[in-house]
């Protein structure tokens, strides 16, 4: 049967933030016009954020109708047949010019009672960080919800919560209800759930161009926070030419392949495949189609494509759903 479709790249979805920056250019080569631009939304079927194919014959379609047309093919018999038409993850690249505010996401029952969303379970890989750069993960020990309202008041919440120094290759997974924030100097690579669901808790008081400060869900995040210490960081092999295990989790697994020169790769048709390069510039041949990628750019690979060959040197992340 002749497949209908191809490794599909998107226009990145370009968001401005009051703590963005300009890396997203600098160090990815997104094309930003703005000097506050803190996201780069590679994949999304989030509403009023879709993603349109900017490569081949599909062009100009959004991601929804090709899933729409084709849902076996682009998603996999499994993945459509635990979410249906439903894209179920989102992949961005963040760039942190200053801290993010101090956040926390609901989980799957919570966000779907109050939203009728997914939860929001993240991973983040570290693909450039300024020295002395931090992420916020947690708390420190295990603490409650008394605890955590009393700092909230005493606008000290910061002491009770753990910071931990990141660099180029540091990989930390988020669970739902784990208190979190990007800190200042830091490009990440972000995995998640399909969901625009965030509760921010404290934002350091900033104020935007118009003096107005940022809303606050400090009622809607007490039961959504996970009080308990957790640990986030997650330690990975680099075998070159192999997917190293990253993340594997209910929502996504996420493997790193240190790419040195040609790879076959074969797949059971049962889900998409995502590539995010990292690093270096490596091609993906099949059947006919032969493409470049260079740092920072994001393909999907179709259900449909079981049979493929990544050629280069790179750093590639491998997400999928197992």
Known sequence: ??????????????????????????????????????????????????????NGELKGKSLME?????????????????????????????????????????????AKERHNSFGKTEM???????????????????????????????????????????????????????????????????????SDITYRLYDFDRKDAQGNTRELHVDLALDAINYNKVDTQKKYETKTNTSNVVVDCPYFTTNFIPLENKVSVSKPGESFTVYMCIEGAFEIEFDGFKKAYQKGDTVLIPAEINAFVLNGKASILEIYIS
């Open 66 to 110: 090709l899933i729409d047309e084709m849902p076996n093919e682009i998603l996999g018999t499994e993945v459509y047949k635990r979410f249906g038409k439903q894209f179920p993850l989102l992949f961005k690249y963040l760039d942190a010019r200053e801290d993010l505010s101090i956040q926390v996401h609901p989980n799957d029952k919570l």
């Open 1 to 54: 049967m002749k497949r209908k479709s191809y490794p599909l790249q998107f226009e990145p979805i370009l968001k401005e933030r009051i703590w963005g920056g300009e890396k997203l250019k600098t160090i990815l080569n997104k094309p930003i016009v703005s000097k506050i631009t803190g996201e780069s939304w590679e994949l999304s079927t989030v509403e009023g954020d879709v993603s349109i194919v900017a």
């Open 124 to 194: 983040w890989y570290v693909t450039q960080a300024d020295p002395d750069a931090r992420i916020i993960v947690g708390f420190k020990k295990d603490s409650s919800k008394e605890e955590y309202l009393q700092h909230l008041n005493d606008k000290s919440l910061v002491s009770i919560l753990d910071t931990v120094k990141a660099k180029p290759g540091d990989v930390f997974f988020l669970e739902t209800g784990t208190v979190h924030a990007i800190g200042a100097g830091l490009v990440v690579a972000e995995i998640q759930q399909t």
